[in-house]
């Protein structure tokens, strides 16, 4: 009796089996439904996030296609005005050089009207220089006439009192028996002395005759080794001119030549600009594959992700 009472106080009674077996029940339904409950919370949680990402995804994505409208826009603004400062610097290069053409044309046409002048003064001076030479040679005539004149006055003058003296005394001593010796003596001293004098008055006329022709010649002479040293001047000025010429023409081309080179090199720079843009567009493009790619393997991953919920929320609604 003693050991069948502590056996049967030992065992459970079916009751209480019962009773655990019910707890047990609630006790793991409570742990599902908290567990599911917990579950779906975080479903939740984990498709609001993706939502959000996919938001913040969808921003970034419009401000890069911001950025890329507003590259473009830059980069159709700064072709734009690099064309037209090239346009300017080619029509300033004209005008430069329409202006240099205008002012060497004008250079050329004051030279030639120099030339032109100094010509016709030279002419002018040849042709006064011949008239001047001309009324000296008249007024050297008339002189040498007046001269000669003055001397066949004076030589009849002389002659005219030496006849006068010797037919005085003749007069006074013409008287029977008397001898004309002494005053024919007397006479002959002033004869021999008028032709000493008009000899000598002679030979200083044509000393200084030939004097002043010798000057003359010698003035001549020097006028035109004036004349040719100053023709020597105005041709060396007329060569200098001309060499000038053809150096202001060599400058001319040159600067042409220069004008070619930087319009090559404005061309070449336009050309590397453009290949530039170019090189950068193709850059970006590259970019911005390469970015989609990654946008796209990173939203493959997250679209699994989704993928893998959707089946858990799935599998979980199905127990």
């Known amino acids: 009796m003693g050991i069948s009472f ?8 079916e009751k209480e089996k019962e009773e655990d077996k019910y707890d047990n029940s609630d006790n793991n339904e409570q742990h599902q439904q908290e567990t599911k409950s917990e579950d779906e ?15 913040q995804k969808e921003k970034e994505k419009e ?5 890329e409208k507003q590259k473009i826009k830059e980069d159709k603004i700064k072709e734009k005005e690099d064309k037209e400062k090239e346009r300017k610097e080619k029509e300033k290069e004209k005008e430069e050089e329409k202006q240099k053409e205008k002012e060497d044309n004008e250079t050329e046409r004051r030279t030639l009207k120099k030339q032109k002048e100094k010509e016709k003064q030279e ?4 042709k006064e220089n011949e008239k001047e ?18 001397d066949k006055e004076k030589d009849k003058k002389g002659l005219d009192s030496t006849q006068k003296r010797q037919t005085s005394p003749m007069k006074k001593y013409d008287t029977p028996g008397k001898k004309l010796v002494t005053p024919l003596k007397k006479l002959d001293s002033p004869e021999i002395k008028v032709d000493s004098a008009s000899t000598k008055r002679k030979d200083r006329d044509k000393e200084k005759r030939i004097e002043e022709k010798e000057k003359e010649e010698m003035n001549i002479e020097q006028e035109k080794k004036t004349l040719k040293k100053e023709k020597g001047k105005e ?42 843009m170019e090189r950068e567009r193709l850059e970006r493009i590259e970019r911005e594959k390469e970015k989609k790619k990654e946008k796209e393997k990173k939203k493959e991953k997250e679209d699994k992700e989704k993928e893998k919920v959707k089946i858990k929320i799935k599998a979980k609604g199905s127990k």
């Open 133 to 150: 030479k001309q009324d000296k040679e008249k007024e050297k005539e008339r002189d040498n006439s007046k001269e000669k004149d003055k």
């Open 41 to 55: 919370y975080d479903d939740d949680e984990q498709i609001e996030k993706q939502k959000e990402l996919e938001k």
């Open 235 to 276: 041709q060396k000025e007329d060569i200098d001119n001309d060499i000038e010429k053809k150096n202001k023409q060599k400058d001319k081309v040159k600067e042409k030549e220069k004008d070619k080179d930087k319009e090559k090199e404005r061309e070449k720079e336009r050309i590397e600009r453009l290949e530039r």
């Open 63 to 67: 401000i890069e296609r911001e950025k």
């Open 123 to 126: 002419k002018e001076r040849i």
């Open 6 to 13: 502590l056996t049967s106080f030992l065992k459970p009674s």
